[in-house]
C-alpha cells in the first residue's frame, strides 16, 4: 500500500502561491519526502525541493494566479529530488505542470513503448509516463483534453491528478475513482484538493468530488469532460489511514467511518479487559468506537512524540524501526498489570505493530489484545477481493 501523496490546485483572481502553500500544508500528512508549487505568470514556474513543506518553500515566492502543488510519498520511483513533482513538460505544442497521487501499474511497459519510439525520461517515476503520454496524444489529435482522454484509455491503475496548461486548471481522476478528489469554491475561485481538509483551511466550501473518470477544466468557466467508462471502486486504507479524520471522502465522514469500525469491533471480537488504548493517531478515533460500544474505558497509554512523523511514508525499514521507538512510549501507569485492546487502524507490514506489542509488555501490560479495523488486504483470488470489498463496504455503513 504505497500510493500515498497528495495533489492540490487552484484558480483564483489572487495570487495563489500562499493557498497553495497552506493547502499543502494541510495536506503533509499525504507525503513527507519532497514538496512542489507550480504557478502561472506568462510562463509557468516551478519550485521543489526534498523535505516538508514548511522547509521546502521558505524564503520562496511565485507570482500567478493559477497554480497546482504536490507533497510526496514515493510510489513508483526512487525518493530523489528529480521525482519530486509537479513535473514541468516542455514540446512542441507548448508547456504544462502534472502533479500525481496513485500508481500506475502498466508504467514501465508504456514508458519502454515510448522509448522505442524515441522518448526520453529523466526520472524512474510513473507521473512522467502519464506526462509523456499525454504529450504524445495532444500531438496527435491536436487537443489536449481529447489527449488527455486517449491517455487515460491505456493507463491501468490509480491516479488523481492536477494539471497546470498555461493558465487552465484541470483535474483528472480515475476510472475507478481509488485515490480521492475534491473540488471547492469561494466566490469565483476554485480549488481541487486530494482531501476536504484542505479546503477547511482556506475557507473553500467544499461543492462535491470529482467524478471517477472525469476530466474536469477550470479556466474562464468550468467544463466537465469524462474518459473511458466509469467503475467505481474507493480505497479502505483512504478511510482507515491516509486521510485525515476530519476530511468527507465520496461524501462520507473519515472520523464517523473510523468509529462506526471501532463500534463493529467490539461486536465482531469481544474480550474481557481493563483498558482500550489506540495506536496515535490513526488508530484514536477506531478506539473511541470500540470503548463506546464495549463499555470498556478508554486511556492513553501510549505517548506519541509530535516531532515524529508518519513510520509507515519513511521509505526505509531502519528508518521505520528507530521511528517507531523513538516515537510511541508507553505509559507505565496506566498499562501496568492490566488487560489491553490495543486498536489500531490496519497492518501493513507488521514490523510496527509488534515493536508496540512488545513494548507494552515490557511496560507490565498483563495481556494485549490487537484489534485491527481494516479487512484483509487479499490480491490472490478475485472471490476474496470481492470479500474483503463487500466487508469494507458493510463497515462503512
Known amino acids: 500500500m504505497q500510493e500515498?501523496?497528495?495533489?492540490?490546485g487552484i484558480k483564483s483572481n489572487e495570487d495563489v502561491f500562499q493557498s497553495i502553500f497552506y493547502g499543502l500544508y494541510s495536506l503533509q500528512h499525504r507525503g513527507q519526502e519532497s514538496a512542489g508549487i507550480a504557478v502561472?505568470?506568462?510562463?509557468?514556474?516551478?519550485?521543489?525541493?526534498?523535505?516538508?513543506?514548511?522547509?521546502?518553500?521558505?524564503?520562496?515566492y511565485l507570482s500567478g494566479n493559477t497554480g497546482i502543488g504536490h507533497v510526496r510519498y514515493s510510489t513508483t520511483g526512487e525518493s530523489k529530488l528529480e521525482n519530486a513533482q509537479p513535473f514541468l513538460i516542455n514540446?512542441?505544442?507548448?508547456?504544462?505542470?502534472?502533479?500525481?497521487?496513485?500508481?500506475?501499474?502498466?508504467?514501465?511497459?508504456?514508458?519502454?513503448?515510448?522509448?522505442?519510439?524515441?522518448?526520453?525520461?529523466?526520472?524512474?517515476?510513473?507521473?512522467?509516463?502519464?506526462?509523456?503520454?499525454?504529450?504524445?496524444?495532444?500531438?496527435?489529435?491536436?487537443?489536449?483534453?481529447?489527449?488527455i482522454k486517449n491517455a487515460m484509455k491505456q493507463l491501468l491503475g490509480s491516479y488523481s491528478i492536477t494539471i497546470l496548461f498555461e493558465d487552465t486548471l484541470i483535474a483528472v481522476r480515475d476510472p475507478k475513482?481509488?485515490?480521492?478528489?475534491?473540488?471547492?469554491?469561494?466566490?469565483?475561485?476554485?480549488?481541487?484538493?486530494?482531501?476536504?481538509?484542505?479546503?477547511?483551511?482556506?475557507?473553500?466550501?467544499?461543492?462535491?468530488?470529482?467524478?471517477?473518470?472525469?476530466?474536469?477544466?477550470?479556466?474562464?468557466k468550468m467544463e466537465s469532460h469524462f474518459g473511458p467508462k466509469a467503475n467505481p471502486s474507493h480505497c479502505m486504507f483512504e478511510y482507515v489511514y491516509f486521510a485525515r479524520p476530519d476530511s468527507i471522502l465520496n461524501k462520507v465522514s473519515v472520523y464517523d467511518v473510523r468509529q462506526n469500525l471501532g463500534r463493529n469491533l467490539a461486536k465482531e471480537g469481544k474480550v474481557?479487559?481493563?483498558?482500550?488504548?489506540?495506536?496515535?493517531?490513526?488508530?484514536?478515533?477506531?478506539?473511541?468506537?470500540?470503548?463506546?460500544?464495549s463499555g470498556i474505558p478508554y486511556a492513553e497509554g501510549l505517548m506519541k512524540n509530535r516531532y515524529i512523523g508518519r513510520t509507515f511514508i519513511l521509505p526505509k525499514q531502519d528508518q521505520r524501526d528507530l521511528s517507531v521507538r523513538v516515537k510511541l512510549n508507553p505509559i507505565k501507569s496506566q498499562v501496568d498489570g492490566k488487560r489491553i485492546v490495543l486498536v489500531d487502524d490496519?497492518?501493513?507490514?507488521?514490523?510496527?505493530?509488534?515493536?508496540?506489542?512488545?513494548?507494552?509488555?515490557?511496560?507490565g501490560a498483563k495481556e494485549v489484545h490487537v484489534r485491527i479495523s481494516c479487512p484483509p488486504h487479499k490480491v490472490s483470488l478475485p472471490l476474496r477481493n470481492r470479500h474483503a470489498n463487500q466487508r469494507a463496504v458493510y463497515r462503512i455503513k
Do not use: W
Open 177 to 220: 475513482g481509488v485515490r480521492p478528489l475534491v473540488l471547492g469554491q469561494k466566490e469565483s475561485s476554485y480549488v481541487i484538493a486530494s482531501e476536504s481538509c484542505a479546503l477547511d483551511v482556506l475557507e473553500y466550501d467544499l461543492v462535491r468530488d470529482v467524478k471517477p473518470s472525469e476530466i474536469l477544466v477550470i479556466a474562464d
Open 346 to 363: 490496519s497492518i501493513v507490514r507488521g514490523t510496527t505493530l509488534k515493536r508496540i506489542i512488545q513494548a507494552l509488555k515490557k511496560a
Open 40 to 60: 502561472y505568470s506568462n510562463e509557468i514556474r516551478v519550485h521543489k525541493e526534498m523535505g516538508l513543506v514548511s522547509e521546502v518553500f521558505k524564503n520562496v
Open 91 to 147: 514540446y512542441s505544442k507548448g508547456s504544462f505542470a502534472i502533479a500525481h497521487n496513485g500508481n500506475i501499474f502498466n508504467a514501465e511497459e508504456l514508458k519502454l513503448s515510448m522509448e522505442s519510439k524515441g522518448g526520453v525520461f529523466t526520472t524512474t517515476s510513473d507521473t512522467e509516463v502519464i506526462a509523456h503520454l499525454i504529450a504524445q496524444e495532444h500531438l496527435k489529435t491536436g487537443d489536449f483534453i481529447k489527449g
Open 272 to 293: 474481557d479487559a481493563d483498558l482500550v488504548i489506540p495506536v496515535p493517531d490513526s488508530g484514536i478515533t477506531t478506539a473511541v468506537g470500540y470503548a463506546r460500544e
Open 4 to 8: 500515498k501523496c497528495a495533489v492540490f
